[in-house]
């Protein structure tokens, strides 16, 4: 069965580090991957996804992610955290192949930027 | 402007009744979902539909019922069967790009707040 996991529920940075939100996924098959991030009271926006080649991926907002196939993994990445990036941030994994096109969501992780 | 829109932001229900939320999508897209969102478990499927006149139940289907008669809408029916219905809903369409250009990203309506009072 497809999963999952954002091993964090918050991440705390201060303003100009670099953060770094986990994910890792358990799929038969080759993956799609998201991650999407949502501010209060809000729906959710795209930031990025891997479908193939680079396992690097640059996305919206100056947030990138590597896809690490040994390790299961996308973490989301970002060079130098801004007080705005504050908000809760969730993976996505669909296989490919399945007759449903399902995407699957982890449980969210909270982003909290101090200045 | 291009997107999903869902309607209303807020909505209070009342023991024992029906209630409709709306979506509706002018980006042309094929396939719309609806998912719940309550505090701590994430995204959770409760319908989705492929195509018009088509639509299957997701993981939490028990106690709502939608329709697709047009490519555009989707509306989610939470009946008074679904015992605790107080939660974030939203409503969602997926493009059909090729997978050579990154498609079959999945697009989120700004969510409706659904209350029982």
């Known amino acids: 069965a497809q999963s999952v996991a954002q091993p964090e529920d918050q991440v705390n940075v201060a303003e100009g580090n670099p953060l770094t939100v986990k994910c890792t996924y358990s799929?038969?098959?080759?993956?799609?991957l998201f991650w999407y991030v949502q501010y209060p009271n809000r729906g959710l926006q795209f930031l990025l996804k891997?479908?193939?080649?680079?396992?690097l991926v640059k996305g919206s907002y100056g947030f990138e992610a590597e896809f690490n196939k040994s390790q299961t993994s996308f973490h989301l990445k970002k060079p130098s955290a801004l007080v705005s990036d504050s908000a809760l941030y969730f993976c996505?994994?669909?296989?490919?192949?399945?007759?449903?096109?399902?995407?699957?969501f982890g449980t969210g992780t909270l982003l909290a930027v101090q200045p | 402007d291009g997107g999903i829109t869902q309607s209303p932001k807020y909505l209070f229900r009342k023991e024992g009744q029906n209630v409709t939320l709306s979506c509706e999508q002018n980006?042309?897209?094929?396939?719309m979902y609806w998912y719940r969102q309550d505090p701590g478990q994430g995204l959770r499927l409760i319908y989705y539909?492929?195509?018009?006149?088509?639509?299957q139940k997701g993981d939490i289907a028990e106690g709502y019922s939608v329709s697709r008669e047009k490519k555009e809408s989707f509306p989610l029916t939470v009946t008074s069967a679904q015992k605790n219905p107080t939660a974030f809903y939203l409503c969602?369409?997926?493009?059909?790009?090729?997978?050579?250009?990154?498609?079959?990203?999945?697009?989120f309506g700004e969510g409706s707040w659904l209350t029982v009072v």
């Open positions: 969602a369409s997926r493009d059909r790009g090729h997978s050579s250009s990154g498609g079959n990203t999945i697009y």
């Open positions: 799929v038969s098959g080759n993956p799609y």
């Open positions: 891997y479908i193939t080649g680079d396992n």
């Open positions: 996505a994994v669909r296989a490919l192949g399945g007759a449903t096109n399902k995407l699957i």
């Open positions: 980006l042309n897209h094929d396939a």
């Open positions: 539909s492929q195509i018009v006149n088509d639509f």
